[in-house]
Every structure is written in C-alpha cells, then in structure tokens.
C-alpha cells in the first residue's frame, strides 16, 4: 500500500517534489481556488504557516479548477493571487483534480483514508487533511472550516 511520503508532485514552478521531502513535519493539505468564497482562506493558511513553520507545520496548496471553475488560469495567474495578493509563502503545487478519473495521486491516497461525508468525494475548494509527522493523515476539515478554528486540532498534533 502507498503511504504519503512515498507520493510526489509538481511544484507551481514545475518542479518534481516529494512528499518524503516534508517526513518529520505535520503538513496540511489543502486544495485551492484563486476565484472562491473560501479564497481569503489562504490569509488564514498563511498565518498558520508562519506561526508555527517553525515546529514542523507545512502547508501545502494544491489549486483546483473542478468547482465552479473557480481556478481558471494557468500557473502566472495562480502565483499572482497566492503570492502577491495574498503573500503566501507555502509551497504551491500545479493544478490538479480532487475528484473523477484523473485524480492526483496524493487526494486519491488521502481521500481512501479519510473519506469524509461524501464517501470519498471532495465537497468544494478548501478541503483540508492535516498529515502527522509520520505521514499518517489524521484529520479532514471541511471548506467551512476556517484555518483559524483548525489551530487547536494542528497544536495537539505538533505536541504529539
């Protein structure tokens, strides 16, 4: 069976990067839209980010333009709203899919082993799977859920 760490994927830039690269930190994984409700998440992600990169948290972003189109653009466009709009400073990852036939293999490993209300489904942009240090996804929030009301779960999880 696949485990995290033995997953990669592409950088925004085009780079090939392994999920192995982030074993020992606590990475929340979180599919992304640059034209959603949700979108002034990635405030929240950031800041999460920088208070506590620092004890092992990751976040990684990985856009999605499979609800409502909401992430149309191509790699510039994503950087431009995650980087200069919103200053993210976590990885970002090419566009992917989430759901159907050519779903990336890092959501189909995730969404085997939490599977949520949907059976296996994402619901929408902003679904969250917070991964421990050992690579064992732990948890799924869903996209109503603010990175702010996530912080007590990611605390627990980095003191573990």
Not at 113 to 124: E, F, T
Not at 140 to 158: D, G, N, V, Y
Request: hydrophobic fraction near 40%; glycine fraction near 10%; charged fraction near 15%.
């Amino acid at each position: 069976m696949t485990t995290f760490h033995e997953l990669t994927a592409t950088s925004l830039q085009g780079q090939r990067i392994a999920m192995a690269d982030y074993a020992g930190k606590l990475v929340l994984v979180v599919n992304t839209a640059s034209h959603c409700g949700f979108t002034p998440q990635y405030a929240g992600l950031e800041m999460l980010y920088n208070k506590y990169a620092a004890q092992g948290l990751v976040v990684l972003g990985f856009p999605c333009n499979q609800f409502g189109k909401q992430e149309p653009g191509g790699a510039d466009d994503i950087a431009q709203t995650c980087y200069i709009n919103y200053g993210v400073s976590f990885p970002m990852f090419d566009k992917v899919e989430v759901n159907g036939p050519t779903t990336h293999a890092v959501f189909r490993y995730l969404k085997g082993q939490l599977p949520g209300i949907l059976g296996g489904r994402i619901m929408w942009n902003f679904t969250k799977f917070l991964i421990g240090r050992d690579g064992k996804p732990l948890q799924r929030f869903a996209p109503l859920t603010s990175p702010e009301k996530m912080e007590a779960a990611i605390l627990a999880a980095l003191e573990k």
